[in-house]
């Protein structure tokens, strides 16, 4: 096997080091982040494309990258379709979500829960849920690419570990959202100009992609699984219906993608950020699937796995990476920045948006008034610092508690469904109320923690498609043996594993073979099917309908038949009356702290300002504020 050189760790760091330069940059210049709304929203003056690449990559991590590599290597091209169910999902997201989350120009994408639900609880149970997933998510990004590396690039888990997370840590805290979206952008051509290496050299060494095409055909890994049935590992149909549910969730309701669109300066840069997202998804999905077809086209008669020489289907691609491309100086560095690219991007994001939650739903309420707004930016940049510690400290210890990772996983899946079907319930369900939503979201946790959990101890699904080894050669195996070593050579071969089966369930049990592609679609459902009818019987089929605004605005089309008048006819209203309680009337106190920026934005959504909506000052106000005060009262 190959290994990395001087210049190969060289690449690394200055990957590492030139984002840290990027958060150097947007801290001091021009000031430095002087206040809540530059720190966690760049003023709402970001540029498209940087925001687009950083919407794309916060959500492909080294999890993403390592994980399809070797799912395309290991069980075929089903896997391929995310990137079909990921462009089904950005239209529907900025056509359902967008409009709404803009329009109310929230920072924390929670604080839709409260308005829409009249709660604090379900807006504070809604942001506790997302800084856990987001923790462990954060955490488990650093450290499974660590574990696959450091069998391969002789580095350390901790180093890898502490290494990234600080630089991360360090350029997010210091230069808040425009850091991480220049960062991001950064790294996002890092990725694909270390992938498209990767493969062009890969493509040579096969002997072309004729030859890497024909192998994966007759290996089985070019197929498509067209089994409708949900109780399979994985067909095109999960694949596609679970990424679309999921991924319309995630773009739509998640604070790392709502915290990004809303800090574009208008509705349609938002939209345009949103949709171009897919042309970048059409490009990484394929070329990150594409490289686990050339893996296995490279090991198609001598499989590494199989014969131990690494230890987890995680670590074919590092494998691949240094045996085959690092005879060009150079190549396997690039490839360790890709990799952490999109761990430095996950990272940095998550980050930003948990120090945006915790200043916006636990800490503005109580501080806002006691402390300036400088001295609230510092309070954010020493939460984005602290969260940043502790997800590296998640990562350290979770090395040394072998089922940590496996528990982290199922806690992101188990909550994922529950708290985006909250958001769906609340804009498409106009009778939903608080009784409804946590009752929904708690038989939802139960249902979809007991599948996932259940599913992650039986483990149904271990079959993969045939490996071989019969084509191994000495120096395969034994790289700078001067002889053939037969003795050494079949004892490896007799390890071999056995090729596992899937478990057989049945009666209840069986549910455990869910696709775990479907598990965010039945945490959405189960949302509905007992919201809906516990918000019916506790609202008396009322409809409260000064919270229309909140709702999506498509609704009296679809659903014209099925919906009261009097709703209808408030959803058509365009009434500055109307646009204020929709505002104002879950919570006065909220309105009450910033009365001159929400009336100025609602003279201007309204027209009744003739002039200067970009300005600070109101203009006009007077001639309608005894009509507006009388309203907030």
């Known amino acids: 096997m190959g290994h990395f050189m001087l210049i190969d ?13 990027i958060g150097v940059y947007f801290g001091f210049a021009k000031g430095g982040q002087q206040s809540t709304k530059e720190f966690l929203l ?69 604080e839709y829960l409260e308005l829409r639900y009249n709660s604090v609880l379900v807006r504070k149970i809604g942001s506790l849920l997302f800084m856990l997933t987001t923790l462990l998510y954060m955490s488990i990004a650093m450290y499974a690419p660590a574990i696959a590396l ?50 062009i050299e890969g493509i040579r060494k096969v002997g072309g992609i004729d030859k890497v095409w024909s192998i994966g055909v007759d290996g089985g890994r070019i197929r498509a699984d067209l089994n409708p049935n949900p109780f399979v590992y994985m067909s095109v149909w999960t694949v596609m219906l679970g990424t679309a549910f999921g ?23 938002a939209r345009l950020s949103l949709l171009l997202v897919i042309p970048g998804v059409l490009l990484m999905i394929p070329m990150v699937c594409f490289t686990g077809v050339l893996m296995y086209a490279y090991y198609a008669h001598c499989d590494p796995l199989d014969l131990k020489l690494i230890s987890n289907r995680d670590q074919l691609l590092p494998y691949f990476t240094v045996e085959v491309l690092s005879s060009i100086h150079g190549l396997p560095g690039i490839f360790l920045a890709s990799l952490y690219s999109g761990t430095l991007s996950t990272v940095s994001s998550g980050l930003n948006s948990i120090a945006a939650v915790v200043w916006e739903d636990f800490l503005k309420p109580k501080f806002e008034h006691r402390i300036s707004d400088q001295r609230a930016t510092q309070v954010t940049k020493l939460t984005a ?31 994922g469904g529950p708290l985006s079907g909250m958001f769906l319930f609340g804009m498409l369900f106009p009778w939903a109320n608080k009784q409804g939503a946590l009752a929904g979201v708690a038989v939802s946790v139960g249902i979809v923690g007991w599948i996932c959990t259940g599913a992650q101890i039986i483990k149904p699904y271990q079959q993969s498609l045939p490996r071989s080894t019969a084509g191994c050669t000495n120096s395969s195996l034994f790289p700078g043996a001067d002889t053939f070593n037969e003795t ?63 709702m999506w605005p498509q609704l009296t089309t679809i659903c014209c038949c099925l919906l009261p008048r009097q709703f209808k006819q408030s959803m058509q209203s365009n009434h500055v009356k109307s646009r204020v309680k929709v505002i104002v009337s879950p919570r006065k106190k909220m309105v009450n702290r910033d009365r001159g920026e929400r009336i100025r934005s609602l003279l201007c959504e309204q027209g009744l300002k003739e002039s200067g909506c970009e300005q600070p000052m109101l203009y006009k106000l007077e001639a309608h504020r005894k009509s507006l005060e009388s309203i907030l009262a």
């Open 9 to 21: 760790y060289v690449i690394f760091l200055a990957t590492l080091t030139i984002s840290v330069l």
């Open 42 to 110: 760049g003023d709402r003056r970001m540029p498209v494309i940087p925001t687009a690449l950083s919407l794309m990559v916060s959500f492909q991590s080294g999890i993403l990258i390592l994980g399809f590599s070797s799912e395309m290597y290991m069980k075929g091209t089903n896997i391929i379709f995310h990137a079909v169910g990921v462009v089904i999902a950005l239209p529907l997201a900025a056509w359902i979500y967008q409009p709404i989350f803009y329009k109310l120009q929230l920072t924390s994408a929670y």
């Open 150 to 199: 450091c069998a391969v690039s002789g580095l350390s888990v901790e180093f890898l570990v502490v290494a990234t997370g600080l630089a991360c840590t360090f350029y997010t805290a210091l230069g808040g959202l425009k850091a991480v979206v220049w960062t991001d952008a950064f790294q996002a051509v890092v990725m694909y100009v270390g992938f498209l290496l990767i493969i």
């Open 385 to 415: 610092f602290l969260f940043g510690i502790l997800a590296i400290s998640l990562a350290l210890v979770a090395q040394h508690l072998g089922g940590v990772l496996q528990a982290a996983m199922t806690v992101i899946n188990v909550f």
């Open 488 to 550: 050494m050579l079949v004892g490896l071969l007799n390890s071999t594993a056995l090729p596992l089966e899937d478990v057989q369930l049945s009666g209840i049990s069986y549910v455990y073979k869910l696709s775990y592609k479907l598990y965010g679609v039945v945490g959405i459902l189960l949302v509905f099917l007992v919201g809906a009818p516990v918000s019916l019987i506790t609202s008396r089929l009322q409809i409260d309908t000064t919270l229309t605004d909140l």
């Open 247 to 269: 991924w319309v969730s995630i773009y739509g309701t998640n604070q790392t993608a709502v915290q990004r669109y809303t800090s574009l300066s208008s509705l349609r840069k």
